[in-house]
């Protein structure tokens, strides 16, 4: 059936899946000539052929082959990414935004866009010129966002020359990432019973209040202790619905990984999941970065860290079989 043809449109879920259906398969078709393009412009200069070159051709067939992969129910969702403070102090802070401009940079690269929904801010300056953080919540709009993003769930630690020590030590510290499908429609019903909304008003840098209306909000889920806020939209009702929506992602990862298929088999209290780490970040005495888990690992820390490179760690998360 042709999309002009009047019968077309006469069952609007069918047409609204079928038009996704073809999206995608242009999308992963456009990833497939983009490869080959690469492919064709190596191969005509092979004898001048560079080190970016060749990493050029290498990503855009490794991306080609990643995009098969994603089967996951939400791979093709945009992701929502939470970054936590750890152990570590002021260095843990100041590691929270590290990571978050790493994420943003990286999406930047992506050609996805990235939008703060919620944060927390230390209260002393730092040194760094970063804002520290205890937490950050942000929003990455872009196709495949969640696919890509979702094996960055987990503990990060950085080892470096402190520059918050008088004595320049060296200081380890941890941040907590995570990383939930943004769910556009609501697929779980909660029990009202359930939900402890507090409001309170929007802040900008330096904790200075910028709102006088409380419109931002905060939802506890009080039979499992889970917490999602918002405080990015003008009014209380769509920064409510926002934060509706991260909770019920939050949710769905659980349901998931206690294999229980409602919300009311949830009942026990949520503890933050710290554990090991599952990649290390290495400034000093010696500059690497390695993943726990893939055994991969690199010393272009600061191009990591600058959002380049990022796809490495990321492409080898997806494909391996351990994970």
């Known amino acids: 059936m042709l999309l002009q043809d ?15 259906e073809m999206g995608e398969t242009q999308n992963l ?9 690469a492919l064709y412009k190596l191969s005509e200069n092979i004898e001048n052929v560079n080190d ?10 490794r991306q080609l082959e990643i995009k098969r992969l994603f089967s996951g ?11 936590y403070a750890g152990a570590g102090g002021q260095d843990a802070a100041d590691w ?8 943003e940079k990286y999406s930047q690269n992506q050609g996805w866009k990235v939008n703060t929904i919620d944060s927390t801010e230390e209260e002393y300056q730092s040194k760094t010129g970063r804002r520290p953080l205890k937490n950050i919540t942000f929003e990455i709009e872009g196709k495949y966002a969640f696919g890509y993003l979702k094996k960055e769930n987990g503990v990060h630690r950085l080892v470096r020359i402190s520059p918050f020590s008088p004595q320049s030590l060296r200081h380890t510290s941890f941040a907590l990432v995570e990383v939930l499908p943004k769910i556009e429609e609501h697929t779980l019903k909660f029990d009202e019973k359930d939900l402890k909304v507090e409001f309170f008003r929007s802040s900008g840098p330096g904790g200075q209040n910028v709102n006088k209306v409380e419109t931002a909000v905060r939802i506890v889920h009080v039979p499992t202790g889970l917490v999602a806020s918002s405080q990015v939209e003008r009014s209380q009702s769509q ?5 509706m929506k991260i909770l019920e992602a939050k949710l769905i990862q659980l349901m998931e990984k206690e294999r229980v298929d409602e919300i ?26 390695k993943d726990h888990r893939t055994e991969y690992e690199t ?3 600061h191009e990591i860290l600058e959002g380049g490179y990022l796809d490495d760690f990321i492409e080898a998360e997806l494909t391996s079989k351990d994970i």
Not at 75 to 81: E, H, L, M, Q, W
């Open 29 to 37: 078709l456009g990833s497939y000539f983009d490869a080959k393009k």
């Open 239 to 243: 920064n409510r619905e926002l934060a």
């Open 96 to 103: 929270v935004h590290m990571l978050y401009l790493m994420y």
């Open 6 to 20: 009047s019968d077309f449109w006469k069952n609007k879920d069918i047409a609204e899946a079928t038009m996704k």
């Open 264 to 289: 009311n088999k949830l009942r026990i209290k949520v503890k933050p999941e710290w554990g090991s780490q599952i990649r290390s970040y290495v400034l000093n005495p010696y500059q690497l970065i």
């Open 73 to 83: 129910k939400w791979d093709k969702n945009n992701a929502i990414v939470s970054i």
């Open 299 to 301: 010393s272009k820390i």
């Open 52 to 61: 970016d070159a060749y990493y050029g051709v290498e990503r855009a067939v």
